[in-house]
């Protein structure tokens, strides 16, 4: 069946670091990828997404490339906030049905 | 952009008793809505899919008859934990879309609900 693996957290940043949290996928067909974002307190909601190979999301400075060769969705941001804290999640969607990864949590310091 | 809202937010029962939880789409008719189980440090699990005016559908090992689930109007559905015990204890999460956004994949999130089972 279909899943998403991305990378354990936390990740712990600085103001104005770096940012990439690896996502990749198995499906069986040719699925959308969903970038979902959850603040604290919050619901989810979604950040970014792309629904074919090669397309890039992007929203809010963050990033994402659907790599079909590599089944991959890495999430970049080139300078990271503190108001970026929050927990993301991978996602795919295969005739309606969304699949999540386990979320990676994000934690940036002033 | 679409509102999705989960009432209550947070919810303390004692062990055999049941539990309702409400999740109103606020700004939009929403066709069809999921309803996620989510562990710590895990992601969510789809535990079933509800269209209005029709049967849930339930994920493989999920009970129905524990977890009720009615999808009466375009902007409500509830979920009721049915003699609640300790490892029911759990945050749950709907999701509702649209017939245009469900092809999309593109769901709208309620905040959750942690329920805690004493």
């Known amino acids: 069946g279909d899943s998403v693996t991305q990378m354990e957290g936390p990740v712990t940043l600085s103001e104005e670091a770096f940012l990439t949290i690896n996502c990749t996928y198995t499906a069986t067909g040719y699925p959308s990828l969903f970038w979902y974002v959850q603040y604290p307190g919050e619901g989810l909601q979604l950040l970014l997404k792309a629904t074919k190979a090669d397309d890039k999301g992007s929203n809010k400075g963050f990033e994402a490339t659907y790599r079909k060769e590599t089944t991959s969705f890495h999430l970049e941001k080139g300078s990271v906030q503190v108001s970026d804290s929050a927990v993301y999640f991978c996602a795919l969607s295969d005739l309606g049905t969304l699949t999540f990864g386990k979320g990676t949590m994000l934690l940036v310091s002033p | 952009g679409a509102v999705v809202s989960q009432h209550p937010s947070w919810v303390i029962c004692k062990s055999g008793t049941s539990v309702k939880i409400e999740c109103r789409s606020l700004d939009f008719q929403a066709t069809t809505m999921f309803w996620y189980r989510q562990f710590p440090k895990q992601s969510l699990m789809l535990m079933a899919t509800s269209n209005e005016g029709s049967k849930a559908t339930y994920e493989q090992g999920v009970e129905k008859d524990k977890f009720l689930i009615n999808h009466a109007s375009l902007t409500l559905s509830t979920l009721t934990v049915t003699s609640a015990h300790p490892e029911d204890s759990s945050f749950y999460i709907c999701?509702?879309?649209?017939?245009?956004?469900?092809?999309?994949?593109?769901?709208?999130f309620g905040e959750g609900s942690r329920l805690t089972v004493l």
């Open positions: 999701s509702a879309a649209t017939l245009g956004t469900l092809g999309a994949g593109e769901l709208f």
